[in-house]
């Protein structure tokens, strides 16, 4: 029988060689005629390429799912910063709709109470000459009660303005501008407050500004007086309460008499002495004396003051103790009868 030889080999197969050995004529024929049985231990190779063709096919799916997932989440976040800015757009264009509507409301109360402010100053000079002293003095009233809405609404129309102004500086990624101090402060309050004339009687007069200003969120010290300011918007209602023109020569005048920067026509006459002393001595009435001192008085004129005129007369000379006032503003009333302006006084 055949010898068998066993041999191992590296890919761990075992090879049987069953070599054939014949006496015969056939043995040069056959010999090295060899048949090989071959055993594979381990996996099919075709089953294991087939298993990573899956796993390449698996990540692959992985791999466009994650994308999508990817993809589907930017599109979210693209959504969801459109919709934010759209909002932000939406909030912006109704708070510009408001301040519109609220600036175009205030701006129409201010223009009718200017007109209306206007009328009743043409009805206190037809008054005053018909010499109905009555319904001058209630005119009078009705204009100072309309200076002080005037005041208001410009206040508030320039409060408006500077929202506005501080709301488009937000708008264009601006930062907050840093707000003056002191000084400068001062010269922005004035400068952003008052018309031209007005600013340059304010320098020359910094004692009439208010004590305290407000500029953005602070308070800032002008280094006026309270006492001051107050006879500055006195004498500037009755600027306004004798018709006066804003911001004209009759109507700084008028503050500055109020003030003390200038001598009332009354206290730079001559005799002025004697006519405040006939002042301080009246109590009903205002006897007012045109005559030089030293000379005796050939007459006394005495004027009645009703209700009306004595509210108008205070209101016109705040500044003043009421019977002062009452004697000013008798005074007033004679001269303009003298002149012809008005009718003739009871007295």
């Not at 200076?147 to 129309?157: D, F, P, Y």
């Not at 018709?243 to 001598?263: A, P, S, V, W």
């Amino acid at each position: 029988m055949a010898d068998e030889a066993v041999v191992e080999v590296e890919d761990e197969a075992v090879v049987t060689v069953d070599v054939e050995q014949d006496d015969g004529k056939d043995a040069g024929k056959d010999a090295g005629k060899v048949e090989v049985k071959e055993e594979v231990d381990g996996e099919d190779p075709s089953t294991a390429l087939a298993q990573a063709i899956k796993a390449a096919e698996d990540a692959k799916a992985a791999r466009v799912a994650a994308e999508t997932a990817a993809n589907a989440e930017r599109r979210h976040r693209e959504d969801v910063e459109r919709w934010a800015q759209r909002r932000d757009a939406e909030a912006q264009a109704a708070i510009e709709r408001a301040y519109s509507s609220d600036y175009a409301n205030i701006a129409s109360q201010l223009e009718a109470v200017q007109r209306e402010t206007e009328n009743q100053q043409k009805l206190f000079q037809e008054a005053m000459e018909a010499g109905e002293f009555a319904k001058a003095g209630a005119v009078q009233v009705t204009i100072g009660r309309l200076a002080s809405r005037l005041e208001v609404l410009e206040g508030r129309k320039f409060q408006y303005e500077n929202n506005y102004n501080r709301r488009q500086q937000q708008a264009v990624a601006q930062p907050e501008p840093v707000m003056p101090s002191g000084q400068s402060a001062v010269e922005m309050y004035i400068s952003n407050s008052f018309d031209p004339q007005a600013q340059a009687w304010l320098r020359a007069h910094p004692e009439c500004l208010p004590p305290r200003i407000q500029v953005g969120n602070q308070i800032v010290d002008t280094g006026g007086k309270q006492d001051m300011n107050n006879r500055m918007m006195a004498g500037h209602y009755a600027a306004l309460g004798k018709g006066y023109t804003l911001n004209g020569e009759d109507y700084f005048r008028t503050i500055e008499e109020h003030t003390g920067h200038r001598k009332t026509a009354e206290a730079s006459a001559p005799g002025a002495a004697g006519k405040a002393k006939s002042s301080r001595a009246a109590t009903p009435s205002a006897p007012v004396s045109r005559e030089p001192p030293g000379s005796p008085p050939k007459s006394v004129q005495q004027v009645r003051l009703n209700k009306d005129q004595q509210e108008h007369a205070r209101l016109s000379y705040p500044h003043l103790e009421p019977q002062k006032a009452y004697a000013v503003y008798a005074k007033h009333l004679i001269e303009a009868t003298a002149e012809g302006k008005i009718g003739r006084l009871t007295h």
